[in-house]
């Protein structure tokens, strides 16, 4: 295990370093003067000299990367002009939330995904399968954002029981409960948008176990059918789901972009969407970095489960 | 005519089993181990062994779907990949295959007819007429309708389909013919027809036959000479009859006594299960009740004294001749 | 038999028995039409504003959704909205379909190096969570309806990339492509003629899965402000306009999202059913799964007949199968008895029914589709068939336990040997774990596993065939059963460990025999499933011979062998090879064996059978010959009456 951890482990930089020559070429792909376009508003000639010798824009294109990637391992992101700060500051600053977010709708998605997945299959074409499979439809075919304005219209507009909007109340105490009743809204949509494609997959999943062959052995064991299902069958498709729990991570961390600018949350997700459209490429660049890393480990996290859970890939890899 | 038609030459063939991070090879596989054999035009070889012990790996070598790692695969006396670009066609003409599974060796997609014609598009130039003409012919030699063009695969048993496969490798006459356990998915009341269709053909057509199999009956119906593999390597070969009554090779022996058959009760002697590796020198080694010191050395394949009609033996301590 | 249908005329009978499918076809068709006619409906132009009217709540005249800030009519801007969305969601679907398929195509085709590079591209686009990557696409390139699209499309190049290459992959080491390039076809028609319109259909599945995601995502960048600009209506971008109005009129939002979510709804529909229909691995998703016991329908009361000696005694079993409405049977009033101790073989060709008659006797055929209509199964007298589950699951692998056919596929692939036999052990009896850990050692060692400590921690993977199916008996055996039914048990295994492995059942069922006083009541009964023949006169005292879902011989294993005398019998003898006689097979049977549902009426063989008559159309019944043989043909009829 242990080596495999460290084979992994080396694994993840080849990702990393092509996530970053992307990233990069976002930048070498700008129509036009990059450092202009970078500036904006800011474009005045004095800035843009200096602009342009900070990120070499004269030099070549390989020789380009390789200051702008030692500069990132040296974390120096660069310097945001529009909101006159280093990049790598706003990135710690708003990190927190995002990873607040996703974390707790990561949570809801997996114990909602799987349960009712498993649910489902079991109740196989009963009203409980019906009802959840309309569900998740309704989940996978939603946008999220939709869902959340409707959330809001509901829980804040109507009922008034949930702020709409923001991590805290304004000039509140910042305490704890308040950071949760602020947080319930915005976890549970994005987590309840990507549990749907979960409970699908399981489903389908636990379908295609429960007809194999081991699960008739378990039975002609004389196992119970709540081990035959529970032991036998679910372990076997959780094998195949965690990988995909991997992805969905993605999916999270892609749909915190529009649930953070529903519900106004102080993340990077909406920073980004602001930097965009303020052009502010270094802070796109920064947040796009950043987000892409968190999904690169969180991908290793469930290799690293599915290879504890999996003897099969285990011996494989030796 | 040449004298051999095809003849393998201390063919090896080696499967990658893992990479490394840098795409270089770290563990190896082989499959094939410095085999040497050949088939005269007109017999009909026969290759048995159990499964993976590099049967199959041979064929597809053989038809070009594999190149060895090394050693050289001659067809009628002239190393395959060194053929010119104006003889390959000739070589692929003359060279064909029958797959195990007949349901997986037709394409789902297409027509009978087109699965016959494409392969005569591919190996000859024949005009439509003639194209028409031969594939009746061909099917008729395997006993189908004509109706049968019109059809898609899945409308077809297992038999019939296999069937299909042997008309569609026949219909280039090709001078040699590579069946790869042909009847090891039918029910014997199928089986029994397809060894018979075979035979006719062979005898009728004069094609040369290398029949891989796992069943030694099968292979006993069909062929006059055989080879025995075990985990990539020659370890007998002989006349049929001659081999499977005066084996000398151990694991030939405890094959042959495996065989069970109505009528006859096995002998079934109480035998230790063996771990399986694959060791230095005979591969058999650890199954073997003569194992000796001499076996970490690889035996070598020569000729058992006072053998008629070439039978070899890889062993350093053979069976004695039965009396 | 004719068969008029085409691939493409059964693909769309298939796709209209999804009833939900076909919902999702009819509502997308709705929409389609409905954007397609849009310029020519008497509507107010979607971008004209009109600041009177601002506002407008849904059914106020002239404005049947109401109108938006600006006083823009709303069902308008609805309507060419989701034109825009369906033009940019399919455009960008097919664009990836495209690029992604050929990359695909190319990279599992070819392999080697092109692969890995192509691969390496792919791998690394999929690093980036999805949304992300479109984010930073857009970002480059500047908000604009086409950057987003062309964002959408770049995202999605991996997705159908690695689905076309896995289904390239699986399909190039098929036999039709293998004989397709000896056939001396070109890398292009290969590719063009024998892997394309077999991977179309995942083509086409993963188009029709995506294609919703992609409408999502291109409203998701234009609600973001980087897809569509105003004053262009995109569903994605009014939906955004609207979230400002939220408190104030909430109409303004609600409805574009409620478009895309039917929108997408029929989409997703559709293509669930397109999915099912064209997936055969997800195709078991649309079919039931097996219960925990087979459906068992009339409720036969034990038998009324004179008590047999028989451990296990099969009376009138009949199993059918249901498929389409249609109940199709499979077995036809399967009767026998296995006494204590003794070995029965069943043989039979392929699709007799062997496997059916084994798995019915513990009630676990699959169930769907399969069911018990009728006969009894008796364990010392007792109706097993009917008691309620839990009583059976206490005599299934205790009293009467299973070895199948593939020892891979029936062991659990995630649970260590160990694992698996201590379970079935503390299942049963109530031993501490360190005894049954014990006992599971000492299991593996009386079924011959050299270091049995060690194969303890394996996994099934881990061990060879032999060594699995060895496994496969120490679990049967652990709970000291009176009936084992095995099920093909050495099919799957090489001669000399099919060898092995009959010596060791042999020797087992003898251990118990010898340890037990009352030798002829509690030895090990056996029914022991083949179709070699050989096989049976190996370790069968006693053989069932099975055609078409009938027994139509019985009796000793010895007596029938040397004298067969059922037609079907005899020519499965007379073709059956063997080895070292010398003597060259003349033909095999005519035909092949019928399908199920296909079973001729009265005897089953009648339409192989040398010696059919006229008389053969009607039932036969299993008779008893003076010799104690049981034979179900007409020429033993009348040669007993
Ligand atoms: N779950 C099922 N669904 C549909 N058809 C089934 C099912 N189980 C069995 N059948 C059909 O019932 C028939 C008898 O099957 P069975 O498996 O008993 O044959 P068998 O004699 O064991 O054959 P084999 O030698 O191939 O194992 C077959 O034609 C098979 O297709
Ligand atoms: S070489 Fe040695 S181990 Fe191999 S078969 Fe001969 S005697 Fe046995
Ligand atoms: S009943 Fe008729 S068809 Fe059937 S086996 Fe006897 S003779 Fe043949
Ligand atoms: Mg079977």
Redo the contacts between chains.
Sequence with gaps: MLRYTIHRLLLTIPVLVGISVVVFLIMALIPGDPATAILGAFATPENTTKLRAELGLDRPLIEQYFTWASNLLSGNFGRSYALNRPVLDELLERLGPTLLLAGSAMCVCVLLGLISGLLAAVKQYTWVDQGLTLFTLIGISAPAFWLGLMAVSLFTVQLGWLPASGMYTPYGDESLGDLLVHLVMPAITLGLVASSVIARLTRTSMLEQLRQDYVRTARAKGERETAAVIKHAFRNALVGLIPVLGLQAGFVLGGAVYIETVFQWPGIGRMLVNAISTRDILLVQGGVMIVATIYVLFNLLADLIQHALDPRIQQSHG | MPEHLLQFDRVTKEFDL?KN?F?KTSKRFRAVNEVTWQVEPGTALGIVG??GCGKSTMA?MA???ELPTSGEIRFAEKTLGKWLKEEA?ML??S???V???PS???????RIREILE??LQ??TDFRAEQRMQRMEEVLEQVQLPLATLE??PH?F????AQRI?IA?ALI?KPKLLLLDEPVSAL??????????LL?EMRKELGVTYVFIS?????V??LCPRVLVMYAGSIVESGPT?QL??QRRHHYTD?????????????E?????????KNPQGCAFRNRCPKANHQCSQDPILKEVSGSIGGHDCACHDPLSVAA | MVEKTTPALEFWQRLNRNRLSTVGLLMLGLIFALCLITPWLPLPDPDVTDLANRLKTPLTSNHWLGTDELGRDLLSRLLWGTRVSLVVGFVATLAAALVGSLIGLVAGYFQGWIDSGLMRGVDTLMAFPYMLLALAIVAAFGPGLLNALFAIAIVNVPFFARTVRGATISLVQQEFVLAARIGGASHFGVLGRELLPNILPVIVVTISTTAGWMILETAGLSFLGLGAQPPTADLGSMLGEGRKLLFTAPHVSTLPGLVILILVISLNLLGDGVRDVLDPRLRGGALRSPQPRTEVLSTELSSSQVRSTGKLVVRNLTTELLQQGQAKPLLRNVDFELRPGECLGLVGESGCGKSVTALSLAALAASPPLQITSGTVELDGEDILRLPLRLLQDIRGKRVSYIFQDPLATLNPVLTIGEQLIQVIRRHQSLTSKASCAEALSLLSKVRIPSPETRMKAYPHQLSGGMRQRVCIAIALANRPEVLIADEPTTALDVTIQAEVLSLLNDLRQTTLENSQTVQRTGLSVLFITHDLGVVSTICEKVAVMYAGQIVEFGETQSILESPEHPYTQALLACTLRLGANHKVLGGIPGTPPPPGGYPSGCGFNTRCNSATSICQEPVNLIQLPSGRQVRCVLKQDANA
Excluded at chain 2, 268 to 276: T, V
Aim: glycine fraction near 6%; charged fraction near 25%; avoid cysteine.
């Design positions: 893992r991070w795409g159990e499964s597809r038809v070009g779907l066609m692929r003409r060279v064909q295959m797959f195990q599974d997986a060796s037709l394409n789902p997609r297409q494409l392969q591919q190996l059809r898609y409308e048993s297992g038999g019939q496969s569609r280039s029910d014997v009341s199928v089986q029994a027809q397809i060894l018979l035979e796992h069943d030694l009956a099968v006993e119906q009859n499977f009554q405890l094959l042959i006594r495996s065989v069970p058959m109505p009528g006859k009760s096995l079934l002697k109480r035998e230790e299960m063996a771990d399986l």
